[in-house]
């Protein structure tokens, strides 16, 4: 029963990170590939990690593979974020269809600032602090 539940862990995460490999070739624009990759191959190697514990079974590889998990878990999405946001930035294309760009209202390609959409008179005015560079 054990080898049922390891081959169908590292089956069904292989076909993710398969799905995540068709992902970044099949689709059209540096956002929607980023989105499925990071949730595909973000699930295929937690699967597959997961099938390594169970064969394991020792406490150090057990311990070792949801380090992995939880280390994949909580830097894919930021990493995903971040990439994402700084294609943007630079300038990639968006594709045709989509249909809403939040970002466009609030962001200024020439000097690169992005407003939050929340200002106020107060919180536009900033004071020098101590810690500022001069």
Do not use: C
Not at 57 to 62: E, G, T
């Amino acid at each position: 029963m054990i080898e049922l539940l390891k081959e169908g862990f590292i089956l069904v995460g292989a076909i993710f990170m398969l799905l995540a490999a068709l992902g970044i070739v099949r689709l059209p624009d540096l956002l929607t590939r980023m989105h499925a990759t990071t949730k595909a191959a973000t699930l295929g190697a937690t699967l597959i990690m997961l099938a390594v514990a169970i064969h394991f079974a020792q406490v150090a590889v057990v311990a070792r593979a949801f380090g992995v998990i939880l280390f994949i878990m909580m830097t894919a999405p930021v990493a995903a974020h971040v990439i994402g946001r700084a294609g943007y930035f630079v300038g990639s294309k968006l594709w045709s269809g989509t249909l809403k760009d939040e970002l466009r209202p609030n962001y200024d390609p020439l000097t690169h600032e992005l407003k939050s959409g929340r200002e106020t008179e107060a919180n536009a005015r900033r004071e020098p602090q101590e810690t500022d560079p001069s």
